[in-house]
T-cell receptor, first 113, second 112 residues
Framework: KQEVTQIPAALSVPEGENLVLNCSFTDSAIYNLQWFRQDPGKGLTSLLLIQSSQREQTSGRLNASLDKSSGRSTLYIAASQPGDSATYLCAVHPQGGSEKLVFGKGTKLTVNP | DGGITQSPKYLFRKEGQNVTLSCEQNLNHDAMYWYRQDPGQGLRLIYYSQIVNDFQKGDIAEGYSVSREKKESFPLTVTSAQKNPTAFYLC???????????FGQGTRLTVV
C-alpha cells in the first residue's frame, strides 16, 4: 500500500530564506507526483505536477524535484515571503490499484516578516 | 473563468438529516472526485467518477452517496448513516485518472 510522508509537519523561517520541503513515498511505481498549497479554510491550489519520467519542474520561485527510485521529492522555495505561509501537500498517483491520489499530511510553513 | 465551484461554503446539519453538497466544474474534465479532510489527517477519497453515469467507491464511502448525471456536476449526499460527518469536504476534477487534479474551495459541514 502506497504511503506518503511529509517531514517536518511544521516549519518556521524568516523572510528571504530559501527553504526545502520534503516528501517521501513508499512505492516507486507512480504515474506522477503533485504539489499543492492550501491556505487556512480553503481548497487546494495545484503548484506543480512532475511526471514519473521527469526529474524536476519549475514555476517562478518554486522548483520541485523527483527521485522516483529513492521515493523522494522536494519542493524548493526561493526567497521566501510572508505570502508563502500555508500548508504544502504532496500527493502521488500510484500505478495500478484504485487509481487515486495518495496524499501526505502536509507541512505547515510560516514565513516571518 | 474556468474552475470548480463548491456550494455552500458552510453547511449545518441536524443529526438524522441528509444533506447534499454541490460540485460543478466548467473545465470539461471527465474525472471528478470527493475527498474528506479532517484535522491531523491526510485527504481521504470518498467517491470518484471517471465518466458520466459511472462512479466508484473510494476508501471511506460508507454513509455517502453520489450521482453523475452530467459531466459538469458531481453532487455528494451525506446521509444520516454517516456516523461522524463533521469535516471539510473537497471536490476535485481532472481530464482523466492520473492527470493533474484541480480542487474547489471546499464545503465545511458541521453537525449540530
Amino acid at each position: 500500500k502506497q504511503e506518503v510522508t511529509q517531514i517536518p509537519a511544521a516549519l518556521s523561517v524568516p523572510e528571504g530564506e530559501n527553504l526545502v520541503l520534503n516528501c517521501s513515498f513508499t512505492d516507486s511505481a507512480i504515474y506522477n507526483l503533485q504539489w499543492f498549497r492550501q491556505d487556512p479554510g480553503k481548497g487546494l491550489t495545484s503548484l506543480l505536477l512532475i511526471q514519473s519520467s521527469q526529474r524536476e519542474q519549475t514555476s517562478g520561485r518554486l522548483n520541485a524535484s523527483l527521485d522516483k527510485s529513492s521515493g523522494r521529492s522536494t519542493l524548493y522555495i526561493a526567497a521566501s515571503q510572508p505570502g508563502d505561509s500555508a500548508t504544502y501537500l504532496c500527493a502521488v498517483h500510484p500505478q495500478g490499484g484504485s487509481e487515486k491520489l495518495v496524499f501526505g499530511k502536509g507541512t505547515k510553513l510560516t514565513v516571518n516578516p | 473563468d474556468g474552475g470548480i465551484t463548491q456550494s455552500p461554503k458552510y453547511l449545518f446539519r441536524k443529526e438524522g438529516q441528509n444533506v447534499t453538497l454541490s460540485c460543478e466544474q466548467n473545465l470539461n474534465h471527465d474525472a471528478m472526485y470527493w475527498y474528506r479532510q479532517d484535522p491531523g489527517q491526510g485527504l481521504r477519497l470518498i467517491y470518484y467518477s471517471q465518466i458520466v453515469n459511472d462512479f466508484q467507491k473510494g476508501d471511506i464511502a460508507e454513509g455517502y452517496s453520489v450521482s453523475r448525471e452530467k459531466k459538469e456536476s458531481f453532487p455528494l449526499t451525506v446521509t444520516s448513516a454517516q456516523k461522524n460527518p463533521t469535516a471539510f469536504y473537497l471536490c476535485a476534477s481532472s481530464t482523466g485518472l492520473n492527470t493533474e487534479a484541480f480542487f474547489g474551495q471546499g464545503t465545511r459541514l458541521t453537525v449540530v
